[in-house]
Each structure stands twice: as structure tokens, then as C-alpha cells.
């Protein structure tokens, strides 16, 4: 399994597919980034899981246009 970011060395859980080359990161370093306004919401789970979508959108301070 890929490993984190260079400052973690956590497993990676999803892939952040918005960078190039996409960037692993663990679910820790991921939920910080989104806290900290980078909304990482296009990404492909590493392991299958399925309560990353949840955790990672709940924390986002990404803006909605109303239409």
C-alpha cells in the first residue's frame, strides 16, 4: 500500500485525483486539507472503502452556487 504524504507515514486511503500526478493521502492528512479550505472531493478510495465520501464532504468549506 502507498504511503502518505512526505510529513506522514500513514497508509494512503484515497488517491486525490484533482493533482498530477494524483496524490495519495491518508484519511488524517485528507481531512485536514479539506478543514483548511482544499476541498478534496475528486478521488478514488485505495482500499474500497465507502465512508470516505461522508467524512471528507462533511468537513468541506467548499461554496455551492445558488442558481
Not at 486525490?16 to 492528512?29: F, R
Request: glycine residues 10%; hydrophobic residues 35%.
Amino acid at each position: 500500500m502507498a504511503a502518505c504524504c512526505t510529513q506522514c507515514s500513514s497508509p494512503a486511503v484515497i488517491e486525490d485525483l484533482d493533482a498530477q500526478p494524483p496524490k495519495p493521502w491518508c484519511l488524517g492528512c485528507a481531512t485536514a486539507l479539506v478543514r483548511a479550505g482544499d476541498p478534496v472531493l475528486n478521488y478514488r478510495p485505495l482500499n474500497g472503502g465507502t465512508e470516505y465520501p461522508h467524512i471528507l464532504a462533511g468537513g468541506s468549506t467548499e461554496v455551492l452556487p445558488f442558481g
